[in-house]
């Protein structure tokens, strides 16, 4: 069975930091990639960033470039979206979820490289982010 089960969410004061983690099971890790989305209410969901942890191979959202940071632990399955700086607009639930490498790359590319969750397969629940001003 496949599961992708985030933590690490809490409530943090603006110009904070808070690391997520992400513990994927039920499939081949390094054959995926790993993607971190967040959705405040009433907004749509946003892609943020994703990462190959096969190679390593990052990318990030232009909103989260340089505050945000992507690791992970291949031999935890596990992914880490190390976030700092925060603000209130940040405030939002938070998923990763997974995709097969050559899907999500193909996914991507007919997207206009547009990190969108419907290129994903599957997804965690969530973990609860919030920043109080």
């Known amino acids: 069975e496949v599961q992708l089960v985030e933590s690490g969410g809490g409530l943090v004061q603006a110009g904070g930091s808070l690391r997520l983690s992400c513990v994927a099971s039920?499939?081949?890790?390094?054959?995926?990639?790993i993607g971190w989305f967040r959705q405040a209410p009433g907004k749509e969901r946003e892609g943020l960033a994703g990462i190959n942890p096969r190679n390593g191979d990052t990318f990030y959202v232009d909103s989260v470039k340089g505050r945000f940071t992507l690791s992970s632990d291949n031999a935890k399955n596990t992914v880490y979206l190390q976030m700092n700086s925060l603000t209130p607009d940040d405030a939002a639930v938070y998923y990763c979820?997974?995709?097969?490498?050559?899907?999500?790359?193909?996914?991507?590319?007919?997207?206009?490289?547009?990190?969108?969750?419907?290129?994903?397969?599957?997804w965690g629940k969530g973990t609860l982010v919030t920043v109080s001003s």
């Open positions: 039920g499939f081949a890790f390094d054959e995926y990639v």
């Open positions: 979820a997974a995709d097969p490498a050559l899907d999500f790359v193909h996914g991507l590319a007919v997207r206009g490289g547009r990190l969108s969750g419907d290129i994903m397969d599957y």
